[in-house]
């Protein structure tokens, strides 16, 4: 039979565009947040991160916002470029405080 | 630093065969993490230690899946016996602190079942 795999959410933007990707977490205890980007054939790499104590944290060219109410997190990445061409993923800090809990991921491309 | 290096990068094995995954963390890291990713399930958490003793190994799928680390630079995932359904990227992370924060990831072990 038809194998069924992941429907990964997937984000186009023009270059020089913002891109806004979202992701629901499930524990509404969860009390700290990072956002990963992983590029073809590699592993996951750090973005930025959040505690719950926050709402809204920056980097370069990203910014992450919490939304506790909802339990949504968002991650803004400022005139995207082709090198952020990525799968993108939130993950949630489990219970115990050491392990992390992945999304499924948003694809995005750049369209130069 | 070399960052999380993980060993073999692929691996094509026939059923039935034992397979072991490499992994050496960061230097001074004392969590790590193995991981696997499939187009079915995503990136799922098989297991994790903190200072060489396994902390939660919840999310290994059956007893055919096993884990060690016997030093602080070195663990293994070993697979006996290995079926097609185990074909996945498997991901080992290490992270510095009992805080759970930010994981490093090595590049990932593709393995191949057939």
């Known amino acids: 039979g038809e194998s069924v795999g992941l429907h990964l959410p997937t984000l186009s933007v023009q270059e020089g565009d913002n891109s806004i990707i979202n992701c629901a977490y499930s524990?509404?205890?969860?009390?700290?947040f990072i956002w990963y980007k992983q590029e073809s054939g590699k592993g996951p790499q750090f973005i930025i991160d959040?505690?719950?104590?926050?709402d809204k944290r920056q980097g370069q060219r990203v910014t992450v916002l919490l939304n506790k109410t909802v339990k949504h997190l968002s991650l803004q990445i400022a005139a995207t470029q082709p090198g952020d061409s990525a799968v993108y993923f939130c993950?949630?800090?489990?219970?115990?405080?050491?392990?992390?809990?992945f999304g499924t991921g948003t694809s995005l491309t750049v369209i130069p | 630093d070399a960052g999380v290096i993980q060993s073999p990068r692929h691996e094509v094995t026939e059923m039935g065969q034992e397979v072991t995954l490499r992994c050496k963390p960061i230097?001074?890291?004392?969590?790590l993490f193995w991981y696997r990713q499939t187009m079915m399930r995503g990136l799922e958490l098989l297991i994790y230690?903190?200072?060489?003793?396994?902390?939660?190994d919840s999310g290994m799928p059956e007893d055919r899946f096993s884990a060690k680390m016997p030093n602080a630079s070195f663990s293994t995932l070993k697979i006996q016996p290995s079926e097609p359904r185990d074909s996945a990227v498997y991901f080992c992370?290490?992270?510095f602190g009992g805080g759970g924060g930010e994981q490093y990831f090595g590049p990932g072990t593709r393995l191949t079942v057939t």
């Open positions: 992370a290490s992270s």
């Open positions: 524990n509404s205890a969860s009390d700290y």
């Open positions: 959040i505690r719950s104590n926050m």
């Open positions: 993950a949630e800090r489990g219970n115990t405080g050491n392990q992390f809990y």
């Open positions: 230097s001074g890291h004392n969590s």
């Open positions: 230690f903190n200072n060489n003793v396994p902390i939660d």
